[in-house]
């Protein structure tokens, strides 16, 4: 009998009863896997590396839908597979995978709430020891929602809609055009601070309680409709590779439940480089 599939949401509890469960896979995702997941992971969970993984080289993109179905036979993972993801530090980069996952049609897929942070807080088991997939599946993509996505020109189309909201997810620093990348990350910089005009600026960070999990939903609403950000509009986030981005996508679309919301993951990596795009500073939308 098929595993009730409980949501995009789900929390350490739930996933400790039902780690050993047959069609649901673990997969941890990191930007570095080696201060993570070899360190130590939730026993069972796979390994998705963000950089080497979900990129696609030489170009600057996200693997295509031939590479997502790659990605899961090596994995062992089938269509009909309710996937768990979670990641180092704050899930930035299992909700980027959610994100693509989405996308690809996966149907049965969710975040542990809290992430490998709150799993470690609660003593939970780690290990060391990466499972083994005894053979490939047979995963197929079979369709692709581009619906979840906007490029730069799509964004650039919109900056002066009334029925469309941006919203910049980064630090108020980088927002303003203070740093042009976050402390982390000093390497990554664009060649322009600043913000997209008209973007109003409610960082990632806001949606979440001190230890991760993400917070109320009646709280989450206030958040957002507070500043504009409202159901009834085409909501379009971004931050600097599109990471961060995927987190709020997450909240306002999956938790929130609003219709309309795409990440523009070229974010302010490629509009803060793109010749001829315009820019604000300042602390004003």
Same mark, same amino acid.
């Given at each position: 009998?098929?595993?009730?599939? *409980?949501?995009?949401?789900?929390?350490? +509890?739930?996933?400790?009863?039902?780690?050993?469960?047959?069609?649901?896979?673990?997969?941890?995702? +990191?930007?570095?896997?080696?201060?993570?997941?070899?360190?130590?992971?939730?026993?069972?969970?796979?390994?998705?590396?963000?950089?080497?993984?979900?990129?696609?080289?030489?170009?600057?993109?996200?693997?295509?839908?031939?590479?997502?179905?790659?990605?899961?036979?090596?994995?062992?993972?089938?269509?009909?597979?309710?996937?768990?993801?979670?990641?180092?530090?704050?899930?930035?980069?299992?909700?980027?995978?959610?994100?693509?996952?989405?996308?690809?049609?996966?149907? %049965?897929?969710?975040?542990?709430?809290?992430?490998?942070?709150?799993?470690?807080?609660?003593?939970?088991?780690?290990?060391?020891?990466?499972?083994?997939?005894? %053979?490939?599946?047979?995963?197929?993509?079979?369709?692709?929602?581009?619906?979840?996505?906007?490029?730069?020109?799509?964004?650039?189309?919109?900056?002066?809609?009334?029925?469309?909201?941006?919203?910049?997810?980064?630090?108020?620093?980088?927002?303003?055009?203070?740093?042009?990348?976050?402390?982390?990350?000093?390497?990554?910089?664009?060649?322009?601070?600043?913000?997209?005009?008209?973007?109003?600026?409610?960082?990632?960070?806001?949606?979440?309680?001190?230890?991760?999990?993400? %917070?109320?939903?009646?709280?989450?609403?206030?958040?957002?409709?507070?500043?504009?950000?409202?159901?009834?509009?085409?909501?379009?986030?971004?931050?600097?590779?599109?990471?961060?981005?995927?987190?709020?996508?997450?909240?306002?679309?999956?938790?929130?439940?609003?219709?309309?919301?795409?990440?523009?993951?070229?974010?302010?990596?490629?509009?803060?480089?793109?010749?001829?795009? *315009?820019? %604000?500073?300042?602390?004003?939308?």
């Amino acid at each position: 009998m098929a595993q009730e599939y *409980p949501g995009p949401l789900v929390e350490i +509890d739930w996933l400790e009863k039902n780690l050993s469960k047959p069609g649901i896979k673990v997969v941890e995702v +990191d930007y570095d896997p080696q201060s993570a997941y070899y360190i130590g992971h939730i026993p069972g969970a796979l390994l998705i590396d963000w950089k080497k993984d979900l990129n696609k080289y030489p170009e600057r993109d996200i693997i295509d839908a031939e590479g997502f179905e790659r990605l899961m036979r090596r994995l062992g993972i089938e269509n009909d597979d309710h996937v768990v993801l979670y990641g180092d530090y704050n899930n930035w980069f299992a909700a980027f995978a959610y994100w693509i996952f989405k996308m690809y049609g996966h149907e %049965k897929v969710s975040i542990l709430n809290g992430g490998r942070t709150k799993w470690i807080a609660l003593g939970k088991p780690l290990t060391k020891e990466t499972p083994r997939v005894d %053979k490939e599946s047979s995963y197929r993509v079979l369709r692709v929602d581009l619906r979840y996505r906007a490029f730069f020109i799509d964004v650039m189309r919109k900056l002066r809609d009334p029925n469309v909201v941006l919203v910049d997810v980064r630090s108020p620093e980088e927002y303003k055009g203070e740093v042009t990348a976050p402390p982390e990350y000093p390497n990554e910089q664009a060649q322009r601070g600043g913000h997209i005009p008209g973007a109003v600026n409610i960082p990632w960070k806001k949606a979440v309680n001190d230890d991760g999990t993400f %917070k109320d939903v009646e709280e989450l609403k206030r958040l957002y409709e507070s500043r504009g950000v409202t159901p009834d509009k085409e909501v379009i986030v971004y931050c600097r590779i599109g990471e961060r981005a995927a987190h709020t996508w997450f909240v306002l679309k999956e938790l929130l439940g609003y219709p309309r919301v795409r990440v523009y993951d070229g974010s302010w990596s490629e509009w803060g480089n793109m010749v001829g795009a *315009p820019i %604000k500073t300042g602390d004003e939308p």
